[in-house]
């Protein structure tokens, strides 16, 4: 059972274009974290967010944690070729074990 | 920097086969994971462990099991390898009760493993 569902699961788009990518749950979490991935390589942490309705920014990533703690969303502006990886949300039980959702590829065309 | 290294970055085994993926980490940390990741699945997690010669099972430990008899250490093994384990394996760790409040786990390199 897929707890966290994540979509897209493959984006293409052109260099200097805006995109969203969504995590939905049922379920609450007491975090949730924004991982990427680039090939050969194994998740990096991008950011944490904790508090329902928090809003964090890194550069021209924009993330924001839902109300109910129990959805998020990426918003990258004028994404970059060096955007492109694999962009996957985890969701933080208590007990210290992380639920992962399907994974979004992103493809930034120069 | 935080560095957990697997052993292994490609193995391909045969059918059968006794398999072990070895993984360390060098920050003291408490807690140790594996995952396998297949494309549309995400990471699943296997097993993990809190402590030294502890282990919990994860979402899909059936045909695997674990080893931590030292702290930096951690060993995913299959005991007779089939081809529905081939995938990439993910090993990760993070800090004890501080790590679980923050939960940021930190990843190797991965090991893509093919049975044949």
């Known amino acids: 059972t897929q707890l966290l569902e994540q979509s897209p699961q493959f984006l293409s788009i052109q260099e200097g274009e805006n995109l969203t990518v969504y995590c939905n749950s049922s379920?609450?979490?007491?975090?949730l974290q924004w991982y990427r991935q680039e090939p050969g390589e194994g998740p990096v942490l991008l950011v944490t967010?904790?508090?329902?309705?928090e809003v964090k920014k890194l550069k021209r990533l924009t993330f924001q944690f839902g109300d109910a703690r129990k959805d998020s969303s990426l918003h990258i502006t004028a994404a970059q070729p060096g955007d492109t990886g694999l962009y996957l949300c985890?969701?933080?039980?208590?007990?210290?074990?992380?639920?992962f959702g399907q994974g979004t590829t992103l493809q930034v065309k120069p | 920097d935080v560095k957990v290294t697997q052993s292994s970055r490609y193995l391909v085994k045969r059918t059968g086969e006794k398999v072990f993926l070895e993984c360390v980490q060098d920050?003291?940390?408490?807690?140790m994971f594996w995952y396998r990741q297949d494309p549309g699945l995400g990471l699943r997690l296997i097993y993990f462990?809190?402590?030294?010669?502890?282990?919990e099972k994860g979402d899909i430990p059936e045909g695997y099991s674990v080893s931590r008899e030292k702290k930096e250490r951690f060993s995913l093994i299959l005991e007779s390898a089939s081809t529905n384990q081939t995938s990439m394996y993910l090993c990760?760790?993070?800090?004890?009760?501080?790590?679980?409040?923050?939960?940021?786990?930190?990843f190797g390199a991965g090991t893509r493993l093919s049975v044949l």
């Open positions: 990760a760790s993070s800090e004890g009760l501080a790590g679980l409040a923050k939960n940021i786990q930190y």
């Open positions: 379920s609450v979490f007491s975090s």
């Open positions: 967010v904790v508090t329902g309705g």
């Open positions: 985890a969701g933080a039980r208590y007990t210290g074990k992380l639920i």
């Open positions: 920050m003291d940390h408490e807690n």
């Open positions: 462990s809190y402590d030294v010669k502890m282990k």
